[in-house]
């Protein structure tokens, strides 16, 4: 019996503090969600553990989750207005923007800086439809933790009517050397070998292989390196 009474306790608190967590959220508004900044993340997860310790504990007063619930978002209203009103405030509290490729050329130490993986760029390139990382002129990790990216002129998409020719498919890069270590079974596949690697690194005033960070190759054998001493050459980029 004591059972019962609980259940329909903590149903009746699902149902009346669901609508409210609803509108809270829609008043927040869509930032909130789409693009999840690391103050807004902090208040969901705080408005979630409020609402999950209320439906969970029936020992929990109700009223006092009712004006939590309340409170926050009212604080990050006002947090999202000083950011817009007071920059210096909105840099505080978020993550600047990383600049990570530069001239199809990856900045192994601001990847380090935000803890990023050749890997994560890698997939959130394919993701934008970008399997050649020489076709990149800049892309940059937002502070949303994703990546915008602007390719090089000469990899800008044009539509078949723009030049009235058949769109050439899009070249697919394999990595060849990851963190100086080369994968003999990329090129055996591709028909290279490790001499013609180094011939191709040494043309490019590189002597040893472990100063390579990255190196990719396309369907044209044309290869890409980025050492793990490059450097940004372009202003810091601010929020």
Request: no cysteine; charged share 25%.
């Amino acid at each position: 019996m004591e059972v019962l009474k609980e259940s329909v306790i903590i149903l009746a608190r699902i149902i009346t503090i669901f609508p409210l967590f609803l509108l809270i959220t829609q008043y927040m508004g869509k930032r909130s969600i789409g693009e999840m900044p690391i103050f807004d993340f902090l208040i969901i997860m705080t408005l979630s553990n409020v609402v999950g310790a209320d439906i969970a504990d029936p020992e929990v007063d109700h009223a006092y989750t009712y004006l939590a619930i309340i409170v926050i978002p009212l604080i990050q209203r006002l947090t999202a207005y000083l950011s817009i009103t007071h920059r210096k405030i909105g840099k505080k509290i978020t993550f600047e923007p990383t600049l990570v490729i530069q001239d199809g050329k990856l900045l192994v130490e601001n990847l380090k800086g935000i803890r990023y993986t050749i890997d994560n760029v890698l997939q959130m390139l394919r993701q934008k439809n970008i399997f050649d990382i020489s076709d990149v002129k800049i892309a940059i990790i937002e502070a949303n933790g994703q990546i915008s990216v602007l390719k090089k002129e000469n990899k800008l998409e044009v539509t078949i009517e723009d030049i009235n020719v058949k769109k050439k498919s899009k070249s697919l890069s394999y990595p060849l050397i990851v963190e100086g270590k080369i994968y003999e079974d990329i090129l055996i596949y591709l028909g290279l070998n490790r001499q013609w690697l180094i011939a191709e690194l040494q043309k490019r005033r590189v002597a040893q292989v472990n100063r390579v960070f990255f190196a990719s190759i396309n369907d044209d054998q044309e290869l890409h390196v980025s050492l793990k001493n490059e450097q940004q050459q372009m202003p810091p980029i601010y929020n």
